[in-house]
C-alpha cells in the first residue's frame, strides 16, 4: 500500500516537473514571444526613425528646391530687369534717332532757309543791278540828250551868226551900192 501510495506520489512528481517544464517551456516561448515583440518594436521604432530620417531628407530637399526655385525667379526677375533695361535703352536710342532725324529735318529747311535768302539776295542784288544799268544808261540818255540840244544850240547859233554876216554882207553891199 505504501509502496503504491509512493508510486503514485512519484508519478505525481513526474507530472509536476512535467508541467513545470512545460511552464518553463511556455515562459521560455513568452519570453522569446516578447524578445520577438521586442525586436519588431526595436523594429518598427528603427523603421519610423529611418522614415522621419527620410522625411527630414525630403524636407531638406524641398528646402533646397525651394531655395533653388526662388534663386531661380530672382535670376528670372534680374533677367527681366536686364531685358527692361535693354528696352529702354532700345527705346531712347529709337529717341535719339528720331531727335537726330528731326534734326537733320530742321537743318535740312535752315538750309533750304539759307538757300531761299540767298536766292532772294541774289535776286535783289539782280534787280539792283539792272536798275543801276538802266539808271546809268538813262543818265548816259541824258547825257547824250544834252550833247544833242547843246549842239543843237551850237548849230542855231551858228547859224544865227552866219544869218547876222549875211545880214552885215548885205547892208555892206547896200552901202557899197549907194556909195557907188
Known sequence: MIESERERER???????????????????????????????????????????????????????EGERGREREREREREREREREREERERERERERERERERVRERERERERERKRKREEERERRRDRERVRIKEKERERGREIDRERKRAREREREREREREREREREREIKREREI
Request: proline content about 0%; glycine content about 2%.
Open 11 to 65: 508519478e505525481r512528481e513526474k507530472a509536476r516537473e512535467r508541467e513545470r517544464e512545460r511552464e518553463r517551456e511556455r515562459e521560455s516561448e513568452r519570453e522569446r514571444e516578447r524578445e520577438r515583440k521586442r525586436e519588431r518594436e526595436g523594429e518598427i521604432e528603427r523603421e519610423e526613425r529611418e522614415r522621419e530620417r527620410e522625411r527630414e531628407r525630403e524636407r531638406e530637399r524641398e528646402s533646397e528646391r
